[in-house]
């Protein structure tokens, strides 16, 4: 039965310079909706199945047997990570079910070996993982492992570096590994992948395509694999907005697709200015969003004269961010809102006191403060711009990525915006699904089985 299913892969191995496969790699903990998604993802036109590392640490080799039952003509693939026993539990993925069975590239040759063992025994492929293997040494390894007998090398980056780097560093490891290894050794790329980067792993020469969140967290599988598929057969990119490498022009943009909490959330519940209240809610036609870079003030309670200084100097986007001691004499309002609105200041973020509100509400300003008052302060001159500073609880350094809406204000570091904008999209991507499985008549509770994930009680 085993020596069957190696030939059938063998046979594939042939019709590989075609096209590559598109493989969907099931990241996810449930077997119910990876089952789900699988079987979108197959109608959108994905080649090989692949049961990730977490689904496997969740559901054990029940999820492999589950997806052999329901597809029983795909190539299945068992993402074990192996770093040790490697006989053992290529026997036990084999049995189960797989096809393919992947170990982690940087274990020990003698587990390597006896993986390699294993899989000729039990009739499958066996691959071989570069996640976390030191560039310097990663084409070496490579060939070392091909050396030793494996059949494939998956150039892996893996998610934490994907939300720095993006897909392209994917692609830029998976060029030089196809320079080296020799054309009978398959070489697979995961790692960001989506329908823009895979039209370029296409004309790099790869055999398999592994996909993941592009797929699994999509809100329709079937229609995004239909998308990576067309960006394969014509080998030109189809726009996503997945874990992207964003420069720092771009960076605004890619914000205002998330919203605060889904920033939050990408900073594990850190970065919220605590206590603000925007000035106007809003609406379907006037959206509260905005999005810009840091102009710090630090200022006096009713100390207005740096605030307004900071008009002057902060450039059209910007966010000014004042630190007034949380006073309850306004160091702001309407003829500055308006300065503001005129010159293309994104917002203003004060952690003190703001008046003229109804005027403010009726030009759409955004603006957040701690105390509304119709006391008016006066221009001493005291505090500094452009510095660092603490508002709302939260350090703030000129240039810092502020993000407000309905929900409130939150803080992203500069020197984080690129990782924590392809976080806080990778929250979104979840939501998405998360809505659409609960929009088909799923409720909250199953569609995260929070049952099965609550916290063990003693």
């Given at each position: 039965?085993?020596?069957?299913?190696?030939?059938?892969?063998?046979?594939?191995?042939?019709?590989?310079?075609?096209?590559?496969?598109?493989?969907?790699?099931?990241?996810?903990?449930?077997?119910?909706?990876?089952?789900?998604?699988?079987?979108?993802?197959?109608?959108?036109?994905?080649?090989?199945?692949?049961?990730?590392?977490?689904?496997?640490?969740?559901?054990?080799?029940?999820?492999?047997?589950?997806?052999?039952?329901?597809?029983?003509?795909?190539?299945?693939?068992?993402?074990?990570?192996?770093?040790?026993?490697?006989?053992?539990?290529?026997?036990?993925?084999?049995?189960?079910?797989?096809?393919?069975?992947?170990?982690?590239?940087?274990?020990?040759?003698?587990?390597?070996?006896?993986?390699?063992?294993?899989?000729?025994?039990?009739?499958?492929?066996?691959?071989?993982?570069?996640?976390?293997?030191?560039?310097?040494?990663?084409?070496?390894?490579?060939?070392?492992?091909?050396?030793?007998?494996?059949?494939?090398?998956?150039?892996?980056?893996?998610?934490?570096?994907?939300?720095?780097?993006?897909?392209?560093?994917?692609?830029?490891?998976?060029?030089?590994?196809?320079?080296?290894l020799q054309p009978t050794t398959w070489l697979a790329i995961a790692g960001g992948i989506n329908s823009e980067t895979a039209a370029h792993a296409k004309q790099l020469g790869v055999d398999v395509i592994i996909v993941g969140g592009a797929l699994y967290k999509a809100e329709n599988p079937e229609e995004s694999a239909k998308k990576i598929k067309q960006a394969i057969k014509s080998a030109k990119a189809v726009e996503t907005a997945l874990f992207k490498k964003y420069d720092e022009a771009h960076i605004r943009d890619a914000?205002?697709?998330?919203?605060?909490?889904?920033?939050?959330?990408?900073?594990?519940?850190?970065?919220?200015?605590?206590?603000?209240?925007?000035?106007?809610?809003?609406?379907?036609?006037?959206?509260?969003?905005?999005?810009?870079?840091?102009?710090?003030?630090?200022?006096?309670?009713?100390?207005?004269?740096?605030?307004?200084?900071?008009?002057?100097?902060?450039?059209?986007?910007?966010?000014?961010?004042?630190?007034?001691?949380?006073?309850?004499?306004?160091?702001?309002?309407?003829?500055?809102?308006?300065?503001?609105?005129?010159?293309?200041?994104?917002?203003?973020?004060?952690?003190?006191?703001?008046?003229?509100?109804?005027?403010?509400?009726?030009?759409?300003?955004?603006?957040?403060?701690?105390?509304?008052?119709?006391?008016?302060?006066?221009?001493?001159?005291?505090?500094?711009?452009?510095?660092?500073?603490?508002?709302?609880?939260?350090?703030?350094?000129?240039?810092?990525?502020?993000?407000?809406?309905?929900?409130?204000?939150?803080?992203?570091?500069?020197?984080?915006?690129?990782?924590?904008?392809?976080?806080?999209?990778?929250?979104?991507?979840?939501?998405?699904?998360?809505?659409?499985?609960?929009?088909?008549?799923?409720?909250?509770?199953?569609?995260?089985?929070?049952?099965?994930?609550?916290?063990?009680?003693?």
């Amino acid at each position: 039965m085993f020596k069957k299913k190696y030939t059938s892969v063998i046979l594939l191995l042939r019709k590989r310079e075609k096209e590559p496969y598109l493989q969907i790699a099931l990241d996810l903990i449930n077997t119910h909706r990876a089952l789900q998604i699988a079987e979108e993802a197959v109608r959108g036109g994905v080649d090989w199945i692949e049961a990730g590392t977490p689904l496997i640490k969740s559901e054990g080799m029940n999820i492999l047997r589950e997806l052999h039952k329901r597809f029983p003509d795909k190539i299945l693939v068992a993402d074990m990570k192996t770093a040790d026993g490697g006989s053992v539990e290529i026997e036990i993925a084999a049995k189960s079910g797989a096809n393919v069975v992947l170990m982690l590239g940087g274990s020990d040759n003698a587990s390597v070996t006896e993986a390699v063992e294993a899989a000729k025994k039990f009739g499958v492929m066996l691959g071989c993982d570069t996640i976390d293997i030191p560039p310097d040494r990663l084409v070496q390894r490579a060939i070392e492992l091909e050396s030793l007998g494996v059949d494939m090398i998956v150039s892996h980056v893996g998610v934490d570096q994907q939300v720095i780097y993006g897909g392209e560093k994917t692609l830029d490891v998976a060029t030089v590994l196809k320079e080296k290894l020799q054309p009978t050794t398959w070489l697979a790329i995961a790692g960001g992948i989506n329908s823009e980067t895979a039209a370029h792993a296409k004309q790099l020469g790869v055999d398999v395509i592994i996909v993941g969140g592009a797929l699994y967290k999509a809100e329709n599988p079937e229609e995004s694999a239909k998308k990576i598929k067309q960006a394969i057969k014509s080998a030109k990119a189809v726009e996503t907005a997945l874990f992207k490498k964003y420069d720092e022009a771009h960076i605004r943009d890619a914000f205002k697709k998330v919203s605060a909490p889904n920033v939050s959330d990408a900073m594990h519940r850190s970065g919220e200015m605590k206590g603000l209240k925007p000035v106007w809610i809003g609406t379907e036609d006037h959206p509260l969003k905005f999005v810009g870079p840091a102009y710090t003030v630090r200022t006096y309670n009713g100390d207005w004269s740096k605030p307004v200084e900071a008009i002057e100097e902060a450039q059209p986007g910007d966010v000014i961010v004042i630190d007034a001691c949380a006073g309850e004499i306004a160091v702001w309002g309407e003829l500055a809102s308006w300065s503001c609105k005129t010159k293309g200041i994104s917002g203003v973020v004060i952690d003190g006191a703001i008046r003229d509100i109804d005027d403010i509400r009726k030009m759409k300003f955004p603006a957040y403060a701690k105390h509304f008052t119709p006391t008016a302060g006066e221009p001493r001159g005291l505090g500094e711009n452009n510095v660092s500073i603490e508002c709302a609880g939260q350090k703030v350094e000129p240039g810092d990525w502020i993000i407000g809406d309905d929900s409130g204000v939150v803080v992203v570091p500069k020197r984080k915006a690129q990782e924590m904008v392809n976080r806080a999209i990778d929250v979104l991507e979840k939501e998405n699904r998360y809505r659409e499985e609960i929009k088909r008549g799923s409720t909250l509770s199953e569609v995260t089985y929070l049952k099965k994930w609550e916290k063990q009680k003693k």
